[in-house]
Every structure is written in structure tokens, then in C-alpha cells.
């Protein structure tokens, strides 16, 4: 254990996810031994971030105004919603450059066991986007796990009535992959997603 603000550093980079003790003692000392112009930079850029940053008031992803920029652009699709449980499910799907409609972020995925339930997610706020007729698709984009699924599920059951096409992304076989490894429910969904292959 080292002393004073040392070890408060090294506790509070600890406390971070995916962040182990060990992960966190070379982080400080790599602080220690950098050009303090870096560190300021970074101490900056940690500051800016929780002063200037919010949600965006229509779909809760990262925005530095009211709306976020997806939001903001009159280009994207509006009868289009995708769905997802976190930010950075934006990100990762903006990346592909596939969709072209708006997302909506839940803040999570309904855990029962981790004490997260429908009323602790952003539903309520989806269903009154929905409630104008604007939106003809949701594709439901949650992780492919228990939690996700769950979630999905619960989705499809509150806005099925609402009359929107309700679409949940295909998921199975990782390119790359082998069949050997791959869990039952994963081979499962491949089977289902399956799709015609044009000669």
C-alpha cells in the first residue's frame, strides 16, 4: 500500500469498470511519470465531461445540448427506432453505417436479480414517442443475454398492441467462428435467422 494521495489515486482509478488493483496501480504511476501537460489535458477533458454532457431529451443518448446530434439531424429516418440499453450500442451500430433511423437509449436492461425493473429504464419515455404515429418500425437491439432478452421481451409485449412493426436484430454464428463452440441458444437463433442465398 502506498501513502497518501498516491494510494488515493490508485483507489479511486479502482474504483472505475473493468478496473482491478493492479490495472490501477500502473495507470497512477503512468500519471506520475507523464508529461504534466498530458495530465492536465486529461484532468480537462474529465471535468468538461461531467460539466458539459447530458442526455438528450427525445432518446437519452450522450448530447451536449438538448438533443444529441442524431437526434438533431433532420436527415435520419423518424419512422425508424431502434432500440438499445446503452450509449455506446449507438456507437457501435452507428459504426456499421447500416441504419439511417433515430435510436432510443433505455439506461439498461431489466435485472431483476440486480434490482433493475421497467420503472428504473427509460419505457414510459419510448412509449410517449410512439404515442404520435410518426414511428412505423422499432427494432429492438438489446444484448443477446438473459438480461437483454428480457428486456426485448417485455418490449415486444407493451408496444406490440400499439400496431408498429416490432423487430428484434438477428443474432447466431460470429463470422469466423466455429460451430463446435457455439451455445445451443446461439446455433439456435442462426437456425431461426436464418436466410435464402441467391446464386
Same mark, same amino acid.
Given at each position: 500500500?502506498?501513502?497518501?494521495?498516491?494510494?488515493?489515486?490508485?483507489?479511486?482509478?479502482?474504483?472505475?469498470?473493468?478496473?482491478?488493483?493492479?490495472?490501477a496501480q500502473r495507470i497512477a504511476f503512468h500519471l506520475l511519470a507523464a508529461d504534466p501537460v498530458d495530465v492536465r489535458r486529461l484532468a480537462t477533458a474529465l471535468t468538461e465531461v461531467k460539466d458539459k454532457v447530458r442526455f438528450c431529451r427525445s432518446?437519452?443518448?450522450?448530447?451536449?445540448?438538448?438533443?444529441?446530434?442524431?437526434?438533431a439531424d433532420p436527415r435520419?429516418?423518424?419512422?425508424l427506432i431502434c432500440v438499445v440499453e446503452e450509449?455506446?450500442?449507438?456507437?457501435?451500430i452507428e459504426r456499421t453505417r447500416?441504419?439511417?433511423?433515430?435510436?432510443?437509449?433505455l439506461g439498461g436492461a431489466i435485472n431483476p436479480i440486480g434490482g433493475v425493473g421497467p420503472d428504473d429504464l427509460h419505457i414510459?419515455?419510448? &412509449?410517449? #414517442? *410512439?404515442?404520435?404515429?410518426?414511428v412505423t418500425e422499432l427494432i429492438l437491439a438489446t444484448d443477446p443475454n438473459t438480461e437483454g432478452e428480457v428486456t426485448a421481451s417485455y418490449l415486444a409485449r407493451q408496444i406490440g398492441p400499439m400496431g408498429?412493426? &416490432?423487430? #428484434? *436484430?438477428a443474432s447466431g454464428l460470429p463470422?469466423?467462428?466455429d460451430l463446435e463452440w457455439a451455445d445451443e441458444v446461439t446455433l439456435g437463433r442462426a437456425f431461426e435467422g436464418r436466410r435464402v442465398v441467391n446464386a
Open positions: 500500500m502506498y501513502e497518501g494521495i498516491v494510494q488515493d489515486l490508485i483507489d479511486e482509478l479502482g474504483r472505475l469498470p473493468g478496473i482491478g488493483p493492479k490495472s432518446c437519452f443518448n450522450v448530447a451536449q445540448s438538448e438533443l444529441c446530434r442524431i437526434c435520419r429516418d423518424q419512422a450509449p455506446k450500442d449507438v456507437v457501435a447500416e441504419f439511417r433511423g433515430r435510436y432510443h437509449v414510459r419515455e419510448l &412509449v410517449a #414517442r *410512439l404515442a404520435d404515429g410518426t408498429l412493426r &416490432v423487430t #428484434r *436484430l463470422m469466423g467462428g
